[in-house]
Every structure is written in structure tokens, then in C-alpha cells.
């Protein structure tokens, strides 16, 4: 019942292991374009991953955010939800699991 | 006297602690089958929401179980997806990333604002939940007690790190402290015991005492391997003696220092000794 809520936490290099499935990730927001309504997050491995936003980007309101969404390719994802993770986050320390 | 340091039932005694690791201490379990309240059942554990979803109970009324560890109150820290106040609780759907499960908190109903805005949560971000795991037909939620915000989110991450080490340690016993060797703290642990009164077990004479000269800590380990009878008149300096070796002259200095230090005393006369615990 519960399993389908399942989102493991990843960083950009484990996102090939993902593909097609929901996971949470930790990052800095690098860019937001509001044009093609996509956004560039770091991951704690320094990879950048694109993400498509959900509506526009007023749901992105932080330096560091955790995305939730689907993988939809080794270095691409479909936000579903959008979790403010403050201005500091010690980016280098991240651990995931 | 030394055919007693073997005896399992006497090895622990007044090293302080263990009262309720100690086989002899039986006052606990109660007669006439009635369930047997542990150390867990008021202890905080942390946990993942999958560890609760996979936790398992015998009947409506047991304890719960993860891995077969007894588990009282629990804390989580997850995602309010969705905050639903009722008119006599609030219903948090909480998720972190492990899976979802409900947190409900009963609305106290003498103050007339609502419970989130009282905790200051809002939807959408991480929050601390402390409570009990109960279930209702067949679902399960937590009984929540308290609720906070994840202020510094660094916490999000600590959070796992501490489910991951309260899991092991329960799993396998408290990691080994420096120097001391690694069979010790991996001797096996019995489950429903809880790690906080196996830790105490066996290990604590030699913690307490770990910061004294090797002849003064030999000394107050061999007066805490006497059976309690024999310690409570004392311990005679030429059974000290006998068992620990060494000169006269560097025994009797040692059992100075320790009395000037307050971890041994004198009983019957003046050459009978033992520790304080």
C-alpha cells in the first residue's frame, strides 16, 4: 500500500539506477529559466541535473531545495513537489541514503 | 574465595547499573503471565516511516516490535505532505522518502487555536514528530505527543544518520570505545533486552574505573568479583594481595590512593576494604 510513496534520496550520479521511478534529491539551485519552465540543481556529487517544474518556478523559493519527482533520463527529472531547504545547507557534507 | 569470579550471577553486582540485566534481579518479571514492562517501552527510539510500516505486534494490546526489538515512543522526521485539523485532532500525513504513514494529535480543547498554527507548521516542509505507534483496524498512525518544525534542515539528515546507528546498536551492541577490543562489545546481544541495560552489563567495571593504574583498577575489579555477603564485611588487604600480587608495600599504596579518591573504604577494621558504588 505504501510502497508506491517510496522516494529514495539520490544524488546525480545514482539517477541512471532511477529511471522511470520517484526520488528525492537534495541540491543548489544553479539556474531557473522561465521560458522553457526548467531549472539546473547540483547535487551533492557537484552533477547537475535538469528538472522540469511543475507550474513555474514561484514553487522554488530557496537556494538549496529538495526535489521530489520522477527520473526521466540519467541526468533529467519531472518535479512533483518542491521542499525549501534554507539558504546554507553544507553542501559538501551531504549524505544520502 | 576466587572460585566466585566465574559466577555469572555474582559478576555484576554493584558495579552500578545492570540492575535490570542482572539475573538475579527477578522482581521484574511479574507472576501470573502478566505482560512484562521493559526499559524499551519508555525509551525514544528514531525510526524511519518504513521501520514503523514493517514494525510488528503479537495482538491489538503487545508491545511493537522492529527486528524483534521492543519499541516504545519513536521519533520521525518527515515531510507534512498534508495537514488536516479536525475538530478533535489534526491528521499529518507525513512522508520521508521511506514511505507515509498518518501522524494524529488530540486538539486540547481548552485553547481555541488550531494545532498546526500553534506548532507553526506548515505544509509542505519537514517537521519532528515524537509519539506512539498505534493502529486503528487495519491502520496503523502515530499517537503524536509533539510536533515541531525542522528548523536547521541539517537535522533531516542527522535524523537518518540516528536511525541508522540506534538500528545497529540494538542490532549488534554499542560500538567498542577506544582500546578496548572489539570482541567485547560484540558479544551477542539477546533480543528484547534493551541496548541501554546490556551496555551496562559486564563492561561498566572496567568503564568506571578505566582512568586508574592498572593495579589499583585489578584491585577494585577483584573486590567487585566477591559474592555481596563477602563484600559487605569487606575484603581482607591479604586476599587483595594474594590475588593480585605484587609487593606489600605497592598494594597498600594503591588501596591509599583509592581511599583518598574515595572509590574504595574500609568496613569491619581498618584492613578489610570495599568499593563504593
New interface residues.
Given amino acids: 500500500m505504501?510502497?508506491e510513496?517510496?522516494?529514495?534520496?539520490v544524488n546525480s550520479a545514482r539517477l541512471p539506477d532511477f529511471v522511470g521511478r520517484s526520488v528525492?534529491l537534495v541540491g543548489k539551485v544553479i539556474r531557473v529559466d522561465d521560458n522553457s519552465n526548467e531549472m539546473i540543481v547540483q547535487a551533492s556529487d557537484s552533477g547537475e541535473v535538469k528538472v522540469k517544474l511543475l507550474n513555474d518556478s514561484s514553487d522554488v523559493t530557496s537556494s538549496?531545495v529538495e526535489i521530489i519527482g520522477t527520473v526521466l533520463d540519467v541526468d533529467t527529472m519531472k518535479m512533483m513537489?518542491c521542499?525549501?531547504?534554507?539558504e546554507d545547507?553544507?553542501q559538501n557534507t551531504?549524505?544520502f541514503? | 574465595m576466587s572460585q566466585y569470579n566465574d559466577n555469572p550471577y555474582y559478576s555484576n553486582t554493584g558495579a552500578g547499573g545492570g540492575y535490570l540485566a542482572s539475573p538475579v534481579g527477578s522482581t521484574g518479571g511479574s507472576p501470573g503471565g502478566a505482560p512484562r514492562r521493559t526499559g524499551a517501552s519508555h525509551s525514544l527510539r528514531p525510526v524511519t516511516i518504513k521501520q514503523l510500516i514493517g514494525a510488528t505486534q503479537a495482538h491489538a494490546d503487545a508491545e511493537w516490535h522492529i527486528d524483534d526489538m521492543e519499541v516504545g515512543q519513536v521519533t520521525v522526521v518527515a515531510v507534512a505532505v498534508s495537514i488536516n485539523a479536525q475538530t478533535t485532532n489534526s491528521v499529518y500525513w507525513l512522508d520521508d522518502g521511506t514511505g507515509r504513514i498518518e501522524a494524529r494529535h488530540w486538539v486540547d480543547m481548552s485553547s481555541g487555536e488550531g494545532d498546526s498554527e500553534k506548532f507553526g507548521i506548515k505544509e509542505n516542509t519537514y517537521i519532528r514528530v515524537m509519539g506512539s505507534l498505534k493502529s486503528f483496524g487495519n491502520k496503523r498512525y502515530i499517537n503524536a505527543t509533539h510536533l515541531r518544525p525542522v528548523e536547521d534542515r541539517h537535522e533531516i539528515f542527522f535524523h537518518g544518520l540516528d536511525c541508522m546507528t540506534a538500528t545497529l546498536t540494538l542490532e549488534k551492541g554499542p560500538p567498542p570505545r577506544p582500546g578496548q577490543p572489539q570482541t567485547a562489545a560484540a558479544a551477542a546481544r539477546t533480543p528484547g533486552t534493551s541496548a541501554y541495560t546490556a551496555q551496562s552489563h559486564g563492561a561498566s567495571a572496567n568503564d568506571q574505573f578505566s582512568h586508574l593504574p592498572a593495579i589499583q583498577r585489578n584491585i577494585v575489579n577483584f573486590i567487585l568479583a566477591q559474592p555481596m555477603d563477602v563484600r559487605d564485611n569487606g575484603v581482607h588487604v591479604a586476599a587483595i594481595a594474594r590475588a593480585i600480587g605484587g609487593d606489600a608495600q605497592s598494594i597498600s599504596g594503591a588501596l591509599d590512593k583509592l581511599m583518598d579518591e574515595g572509590h574504595v573504604y574500609t568496613t569491619i577494621d581498618e584492613s578489610h576494604f570495599n568499593v563504593s558504588a
Fill in positions: 505504501s510502497s510513496y517510496v522516494s529514495p534520496r528525492r538549496y513537489a521542499i525549501d531547504m534554507g545547507l553544507g551531504l549524505i541514503f
